[in-house]
Nanobody, 122 residues
């Protein structure tokens, strides 16, 4: 069992930055690939970024490439999503998830956090 808790969401103006954190509990949490997904009102949940358990492989949605970075500190059991050059269309609830592989498919992730709201105003 892995418990995930996101933090760092908030409101920011377009062009600003936020860093989301996802703290994982459980002795084996560092063995999991970690992903970030987001869901805007009235839309389906979509993939944002993912990172391998070792941190050596990352994957990004085209919509965030060059603006977002993902990293992890396994000593702290924490994954980060650094979001720069934010746009109003980035507004959503952001979720972190733990799974076995670095993929964009949400059904491949076994554990999910409760989400943190990110609001970007124009």
């Amino acid at each position: 069992q892995v418990l995930l808790v996101e933090s760092g969401g908030g409101s920011v103006q377009a062009g600003g930055s936020l860093r989301l954190s996802c703290a994982a509990s459980g002795r084996t949490s560092s063995r999991y690939a970690m992903g970030w997904f987001r869901q805007a009102p009235g839309k389906e949940r979509e993939f944002v970024a993912a990172i391998r358990s070792s941190g050596g492989t990352t994957l990004f949605a085209d919509s965030v490439k060059g603006r977002f970075t993902i990293s992890r500190d396994n000593a702290k059991n924490t994954v980060y999503l650094q979001m720069n050059s934010l746009k109003p269309e980035d507004t959503a609830v952001y979720y972190c998830a733990a799974g076995g592989v670095v993929v964009a498919r949400s059904e491949m992730y076994d554990y999910w956090g409760q989400g943190t709201q990110v609001t970007v105003s124009s």
